[in-house]
């Protein structure tokens, strides 16, 4: 049963746009995240969100940015992409961050970007 | 610098076979090991996990190995079925889920 809701599934766009993706978790969790899954399935931590503190992974580009307006809802926004953005963001959930049983991560189904 | 290794990258076996995965990781902090599946279209979801205090846990037809000395652990998957071919993720982390880092995955195919 999904509980955690992207969207759009996909979306195509040319290199030089911005995009924004949107993420909304029903689970009442504390936590949220961005990940990123390039072609070849690897996933990477893009940014955690937790009581409005962010914590971002340094290899993330500027261009990327996390926004939220409560603890249910974490959009990214990407300003200006380029070809390498091209893969599937993954908005994850979790009910806090501390000890392993807090910690599973519940992932919606993905946003899907082409960059032309 | 892969810190979570899997292998094999993809399997295939036959219905009603045992699958074994494997994973191997470098960072001796590590004590949280969960699987993740992941089917075509969906995001991944927690399968099951183990805590380094432990060498084996067991699910259904799932039961995951740990061993410490040797930084490995597996998956089994016993009696498997065509509805479990997936990517399989091992991942690992130090208590703190920011840091949890997830292997390349195994595509599993089960053949009927």
């Known amino acids: 049963e999904t509980a955690v809701f992207q969207t759009p599934n996909y979306h195509v766009t040319q290199v030089g746009n911005e995009v924004s993706f949107n993420c909304k978790q029903t689970?009442?969790?504390?936590?949220m995240y961005w990940y990123k899954q390039d072609s070849k399935k690897l996933l990477k931590i893009m940014f955690s969100y937790n009581n409005k503190q962010l914590i971002v992974n340094e290899t993330v580009p500027r261009r990327f940015s996390p926004q939220s307006s409560d603890k249910a809802h974490l959009n990214l926004r990407i300003k200006s992409v380029e070809p390498e953005d091209s893969a599937v963001y993954l908005c994850a959930s979790s009910l806090r961050t501390g000890g392993p049983s807090q910690n599973t991560l519940y992932f919606g189904a993905g946003t899907r970007l082409s960059v032309l | 610098q892969q810190q979570v290794r899997q292998s094999p990258q993809s399997l295939t076996v036959w219905e009603g076979g045992t699958t074994v995965l494997t994973c191997s990781y470098e960072?001796?902090?590590?004590?949280?090991f969960p699987w993740y599946q992941q089917f075509p279209g969906e995001g991944p979801a927690l399968l099951i996990s183990i805590l380094s205090v432990s060498d084996k846990k067991e699910d259904g037809r799932f039961t995951t190995f740990f061993n410490k000395r040797e930084k490995k652990l597996s998956l089994h998957i016993i009696d498997s079925q065509p509805g479990d071919s997936a990517t399989y993720f091992c991942?690992?982390?130090?208590?703190?889920?920011?840091?949890?880092?997830f292997g390349a995955g195994t595509r599993l195919a089960v053949c009927p």
């Open positions: 960072d001796s902090t590590f004590n949280y």
């Open positions: 991942a690992a982390s130090a208590g703190s889920f920011n840091k949890l880092t």
């Open positions: 689970l009442g969790h504390d936590t």
